[in-house]
C-alpha cells in the first residue's frame, strides 16, 4: 500500500504537461503496432529494449554516481540462466527470470562487495566491471553445457503462434512484453528517485563523503544500487534470450555490448527519467536508418554502426553535456527544476 501511495504521489507531483505526455505517448505504443509491418515493429521492440536496460544502468550510475562499463555481465547471465532450465529441465521462462535475477544479484553483490568493501570507485570500478564481463566471456567460451563458444540455440517454433507462457511466438506479443520492460523500469526509477533510497543514491553520486558524514550508509545504499541495476538487467537478459533464440559469449558478453547499454542514457540525458527512452529512440532509430540507407545503396561500411555511435557520443558531448532531454524539459516544462532535468551536474554526472 505504501508503495502504491508513493507512486500515486510522483505522478501527481510531475508538472500537468509531464502527466499528459506520459499518457498521450502511453496510449501512441499501446496502439502503435495497428500501423506497423513487420520490420518497423522489430526496430520499436529494439528501442524498448534499450530504454529499459537503460534505465536499469542508470539507477546505477545516473542516480548513485557508480559507473559500470561491464553491463553485459548482467545480461549474458540472466540470458543463459532461463534459456538454459528452459532448453534442459523444461522451466518455463516466468519461473527462469526469478533464478536469472537471483544469479545476477548474486554476482553483483560479489563484484559490489569487493569493490566498495576496499574502497574502488570511479574508474578502478568501472576497469573492475569489465574485468568480470571478460572473465565471464571466457569462462562461457568452454562451459560446454550451454554449447561454449559454437552457440547456445533455443527451439524456434512458428511465428504466428502465441505463447506466453514460454515466450514463445509472434513478434506482437514481443513487443508488448519490451513496453510492459520498459514501463516497468520508467516506475520502478521514479519511484526510487523520489524516496528515500532516490536521495540517498543522489547524496552518494555528488559527494560520498559528505554523505557519509550525514549519517548515510554508502556502503548499504551502493549496494543496494547495484543489486537493483543487476536484477533489471537480468530481466533484459531473458527477454533477449528468448526474443532471438541464439546465444554467444562472444557477442552478449562483449563489452560492444555494455556500450550500447549505456549510450542511450547517456545521449538522452543521464540521472534523468526520460532520458534513456529518448535516447534509445534517437540511436535506434538513426542506426536502423544508416542501415537501410546504406542496404538501399548497394554499399556496406564494416562498423557503421560504431562509427555512428562515435559520432552521436562525441557531438553530445561538445553540444549537450547533460543529453538531450533537459533542453527539451527545460524548453516545453516537462520539469520543475534543473535537478530533474540533470542540469545540476556536469557532463560527468556529478
Known amino acids: 500500500m505504501s508503495a502504491r501511495r508513493d507512486l500515486v504521489a510522483v505522478f501527481a507531483d510531475a508538472p500537468t504537461r509531464s502527466r499528459t505526455a506520459l499518457i498521450v505517448l502511453l496510449a501512441a505504443l499501446l496502439a502503435l503496432p495497428l500501423a506497423l509491418d513487420r520490420y518497423l515493429l522489430s526496430v520499436m521492440i529494439l528501442i524498448l529494449y534499450f530504454a529499459y536496460v537503460g534505465q536499469a544502468w542508470n539507477i546505477m550510475m545516473g542516480f548513485c554516481g557508480q ?81 561454449g563458444s ?42 526510487l528517485l523520489r524516496g528515500r533510497p532516490g536521495f540517498y543514491f543522489r547524496a552518494i553520486r555528488d559527494n560520498e563523503e559528505a554523505a557519509r558524514a550525514a549519517g548515510v550508509n554508502t556502503f548499504r545504499y551502493k549496494m543496494y544500487a547495484i543489486q537493483v541495476s543487476a536484477g533489471m538487467t537480468a530481466l533484459a537478459g531473458v527477454f533477449f534470450a528468448f526474443f ?65 555511435y562515435g559520432i552521436a557520443l562525441g557531438l553530445s558531448i561538445m553540444f549537450m553535456p547533460h543529453g538531450i532531454w533537459p533542453g527539451i524539459a527545460r524548453r516545453f516544462g516537462f520539469a520543475r527544476s534543473r535537478e530533474e532535468t540533470g542540469e545540476g551536474r556536469d557532463a560527468r554526472g556529478r
Open 67 to 147: 559507473l559500470s562499463l561491464g553491463h553485459a555481465l548482467y545480461v549474458g547471465l540472466g540470458a543463459y540462466t532461463a534459456a538454459a532450465l528452459y532448453q534442459h529441465f523444461g522451466i518455463i521462462p516466468w519461473v527462469g527470470m526469478v533464478a536469472a535475477v537471483l544469479v545476477c544479484v548474486i554476482a553483483a553483490t560479489i563484484i559490489g562487495w569487493l569493490a566498495f568493501r576496499f574502497g574502488i570507485s570511479g574508474t578502478y570500478f568501472a576497469l573492475l566491471t569489465i574485468a568480470f564481463a571478460e572473465f565471464t566471456r571466457i569462462g562461457f567460451d568452454h562451459f560446454g553445457w550451454v554449447g
Open 244 to 308: 532471438y533464440n541464439n546465444l554467444f559469449p562472444e557477442q552478449i558478453f562483449n563489452i560492444g555490448r555494455s556500450i550500447e547499454i549505456i549510450l542511450a542514457p547517456i545521449i538522452g540525458g543521464v540521472g534523468t527519467l526520460f532520458g534513456p527512452v529518448l535516447g534509445a529512440a534517437v540511436l535506434t532509430l538513426l542506426s536502423e536508418g544508416i542501415n537501410e540507407a546504406l542496404a538501399a545503396t548497394g554499399h556496406e561500411i564494416p562498423g557503421a554502426k560504431q562509427i555512428l
Open 150 to 191: 559454437g552457440g547456445f540455440f533455443l527451439k524456434v517454433v512458428q511465428q504466428d503462434r502465441f505463447d506466453l507462457l514460454n515466450l514463445r511466438g509472434h513478434p506482437l506479443m514481443f513487443y508488448y512484453l519490451a513496453l510492459g520492460l520498459a514501463v516497468l523500469g520508467f516506475v520502478l526509477s521514479a519511484w
